[in-house]
């Protein structure tokens, strides 16, 4: 099963921030956390993970909090573009298993 | 280049058809995956293959059977396949599954299959 817990849909207004959170509360200290996103059709995209610190690369920040048990990612000017589903996934350091959970749908409007 | 490949993007088979999948990348990575994505479900996997070597087998039915020719192609094997095996079927690749942190899985486009 997995471990994160998202809420199933949200909306954003087109060039405002979209904050996606997610729950992982049992995550062991090896995990790390996992954001994809998969618009339409298409294969899951990879955005972000991290550890413990907070990240930023072109496409995102995420934000973990200090215990670790749940984070935010966060697309600093949505796009149409940016309509997806955005996954939230925690994985062990090594080892292949990915689980995908239900994921958000993020709907962005003009 | 983070780019996976897969063909076809499309396949109709009828369940007594033998069909192939055919997924390839060029990230000189050791790990390979197939998923399989129900409509409006998360991907699940089905198989890794490390170092072309079977790693998981999530418990899938005999007539799926993959193989791993080279550490740069992955092939799904598809023989009397039932309706309800319709879905996208997704593969991936990462370093080798031993990397730590560097084990992010980058994605194919999927191959959309229905059962006819």
């Known amino acids: 099963d997995a471990k994160t817990t998202q809420p199933p849909s949200m909306d954003c207004a087109e060039g405002r921030a979209a904050n996606l959170p997610c729950n992982h509360s049992?995550?062991?200290?090896?995990?790390?956390v996992y954001w994809y996103r998969q618009i339409h059709s298409q294969g899951p995209q990879y955005i972000i993970h991290g550890l413990k610190n907070n990240e930023t690369n072109e496409m995102a920040s995420l934000i973990i909090t200090e215990d670790r048990k749940s984070s935010t990612l966060i697309l600093p000017h949505a796009t149409l573009r940016d309509t997806a589903v955005y996954y939230c996934i925690v994985k062990e350091a090594g080892g292949f298993k990915t689980i995908f959970g239900a994921g958000t749908r993020l709907f962005v409007k003009a | 280049d983070t780019e996976v490949t897969q063909t076809p993007k499309h396949l109709v088979m009828g369940m007594t058809n033998k069909k192939s999948l055919k997924c390839e990348q060029h990230m000189g990575h050791r790990a390979m995956y197939w998923y399989k994505q129900k409509a409006k479900k998360p991907p699940e996997l089905m198989f890794v293959?490390?170092?072309?070597?079977?790693?998981i087998n999530e418990s899938v039915p005999s007539r799926f059977s993959p193989e791993c020719p080279n550490s740069s192609l992955l092939n799904l094997h598809l023989h009397a396949l039932q309706p309800e095996d319709s879905a996208l079927y997704l593969c991936?690749?990462?370093?080798?599954?031993?990397?730590?942190?560097?084990?992010?899985?980058?994605f194919g486009p999927g191959t959309r299959l229905l059962v006819l």
């Open positions: 991936a690749s990462s370093q080798d599954g031993t990397s730590g942190s560097q084990e992010t899985q980058y």
């Open positions: 049992t995550i062991s200290g090896n995990e790390y």
């Open positions: 293959y490390s170092y072309e070597k079977l790693s």
